[in-house]
């Protein structure tokens, strides 16, 4: 005879009063303790790769500047946009169509809109 077996057919014990906890609830009892609150989203921020802005020689902008003169219709715009929280950016691609270039402020705008520095244009294609 074991140890425990005048007690092992016994029903369940339920708590009155108490509302029976899920599964998930009860895992959550046991989950680790975040001693360093945030620390994940550090680590995952200092992993996130960034990229450099590359430096355009005169022959792209001279190639951006006549294709930019000549555009009739709609292109896609590479765009350099940069990180808020880290140095560095990404290049992005957008997509329409010139309603006008303003050399003062260095912005083309876009007919929906949008806007896009000249200083973060890398480059541009008809479509």
Excluded: N
Excluded at 10 to 29: F, K, T, V, Y
């Amino acid at each position: 005879m074991g140890r425990y077996d005048d007690i092992l057919d016994l029903p369940h014990h339920i708590a009155e009063g108490r509302p029976h906890l899920s599964m998930a609830q009860r895992a959550a009892q046991f989950s680790p303790f975040a001693a360093l609150t945030g620390y994940d989203a550090e680590v995952r921020e200092a992993g996130r790769m960034t990229s450099s802005r590359i430096e355009l020689d005169d022959t792209e902008k001279e190639r951006i500047d006549r294709t930019l003169r000549e555009l009739e219709g709609r292109a896609v715009f590479t765009v350099f946009v940069p990180d808020g929280r880290k140095d560095g950016g990404e290049y992005v691609l957008l997509e329409g169509e010139v309603k006008g270039i303003d050399p003062v402020q260095r912005v083309i705008t876009l007919t929906d809109g949008g806007r896009i520095p000249l200083d973060s244009l890398a480059g541009i294609e008809k479509i």
